[in-house]
């Protein structure tokens, strides 16, 4: 009787792994060929960059067929790296919330987080093989290739996306899948009934999808991009007749700046100065430099951040590189775990302004504003606020300080020899934007070049190519999250123009008790707000293009106002208990986000404080352009 059990036993647990083994071989099969497909793209695209500015500088002459090209590659890899995030779960979310129910909560929040993934790729997907038959009758100059060839990667990337949400959720329990289906139903119905009430009632409807409906959406974590689009779609079917082709066109063309061209390379950019050792070598000669006076390690770690985020642009990257290298030493010093979280998380908010970040890429592309001039005039803030945070530093070593022995001379050299080919690679860039051989938004593909060559020539013990497709494949999923947030937040800003808000808003911003002063005080506290609530981008690509022209109106430096409100959202973004970058900080230095709560104020205190001096003197920003 017993053995009869076991083996009717042993059948259903066959016949019930069936199925989810059949799930696991097309989640293996789909992901693979979409990562198989975007790392060739973006192989691609950095060839066709390397090879125009090869053509330009060295043969003289032009390749006239390769900005077209690059740009239909770019919303392909655009495309397929959204897919890829969606697959891999790496799109920016909100967590916060979520992280707080019982684990049982959790699983259904992550159901309904796929289900609204779900339900904004079936809306859009229709209107997007419209919109590749508009692209039809586009036809591009250089290579005579049809619209439809680069317009097919929206469809093809939503279907792409769409299947594996679908897989996804069949490995959800169908109690959990029902109910997000039911709830969902119910929300399309309810915006289905309202419609017409919903439409009378003008702007007054406006705070119905973008308070309630968003703000919903992103609490349960739901992917920011998707919550932004999917509140987008719900406005303009219940209050206009809009239909939602022009979403998707809206989202192609904040997509497909070429200005954003510059977030894969510099991601890539990023990925082979991790992979390659270059970063570890800065490091461990600022150490030997510096390391042996009173909170010189803190300097290290400034100076670090300072230099890494000048290459890689991104948060999570910069404190990924310097955190394992400094924190075991740091330890050994006597430096406590609260401060280390609390300066690692405060230097990645004092760099939001070096080049080449992400996010002066991004306000470069939603407002016009020079690329160039952002990259001359972002480090001169940075530099303010890592003189304030080392002052601070400096007093907090005084209890901890463990004295150790100066690095001798040779030590020294010998590590600044080491480092000298990595030492070099920021001044390599920053020469190929002056000298004219690149543009802002094509060096970092000498970067990419120079890294390489130095990975495997110099430092060939770092770099091996088994770690290529994992770099190239990173770099597609990362750069996908991004560009569809910049398209998402695109359509979104559309919508809100067209609506009227943004012509009430600039009235009642131009009209900000104090003037000019008023109106940078109160861009301070709300991008602090937007940024520990949004994430850095979304922010910037949302209200940007609405608070600009209120700054020019009254009479604020354009490049002034954007180093204000990048440094502002670079603090709400590192500022517990929101800030998203401040969670990752804990992460990689594996510390628990209650250990630095207390201590990380003081520094948040000062960064604000160096915020307010940017804010109030301009030259800061502006005396090198």
Known sequence: MSAVHSMSQGAAMETHDAPRSLIDACQHWLQKTVETLAATVLVAEVTILMAGIVARS????????????????????????????????????????????????????????????????????????DYVEDQGFVETPALGWSGMVRALALPAGFVVALASCVLRLLRHGKRDVASVAVLLALVAGGCYLAAPTLAGMGQQALPVFFLGMLGVAVMAGAPIAFAFAIATSAYLLCTTSTPLVIVVGRMDEGM???????????????????????????????????????????????????????????????????????????????????????????????????????????IASVTGISIAALFTAGILPAIVLAVVLAVVAWWRAGSDHVETARAPVKHVLRTFAIALPALLLPFVI????????????????IGIAYSLIVGLLIYRGSLKWSMAMPILVQTAALSGAILFIVGAASAMGWALTQSGFSHDLAAMMTHVPGGATGFLLVSIVAFIVLGSVLEGIPAIVLFAPLLFPVAHQLGIHEIHYAMVVILAMGLGVFAPPFGLCYYAACIIGQVPPETALKRIWLYLGVLLVGLVAITFIPAISTCFL
């Not at 077209?68 to 590659?73: N, Q, R």
């Not at 082979?272 to 390690?297: D, I, K, P, Y």
């Not at 920053?430 to 060096?443: K, P, S």
Request: glycine share 6%; proline share 4%; hydrophobic share 55%.
């Open 256 to 362: 497909s700046s070429l200005i954003l061209l510059a977030v894969p390379m510099f991601v890539l950019l990023g990925q082979l100065v991790h992979a390659t050792g270059l970063a570890r070598v800065m490091v461990e000669f600022l150490a030997s430099l510096v390391g042996h006076v009173r909170g010189g390690m803190s300097y290290v770690l400034l100076g670090a951040m300072l230099l890494v985020s000048g290459i890689s642009g991104s948060k999570t990257a910069d404190m990924a590189a310097v955190a394992p290298v400094l924190f075991p030493e740091m330890r050994k010093r006597g430096v406590q775990d609260s401060e280390l979280i609390s300066l690692l998380a405060a230097s990645g908010a004092m760099s939001e302004t070096i080049p080449p970040s992400l996010v002066l890429i991004a």
């Open 430 to 445: 920053r020469t190929a934007v002056v000298e004219g051989v690149a543009t802002a938004t094509e060096v970092s593909t």
């Open 58 to 129: 060295v043969l003289h002459s032009s390749l006239i067929w390769s900005d077209e090209l690059a740009s239909i590659l770019f919303l392909w890899l655009a495309m397929l790296g959204a897919a890829l995030a969606v697959q891999k779960n790496c799109h920016m979310r909100l967590t916060f919330f979520v992280s707080k129910l019982p684990p049982r909560a959790q699983v259904w929040a992550e159901t309904l987080a796929i289900g609204v993934t779900l339900v904004l790729l079936a809306m859009v997907l229709h209107p997007s093989f």
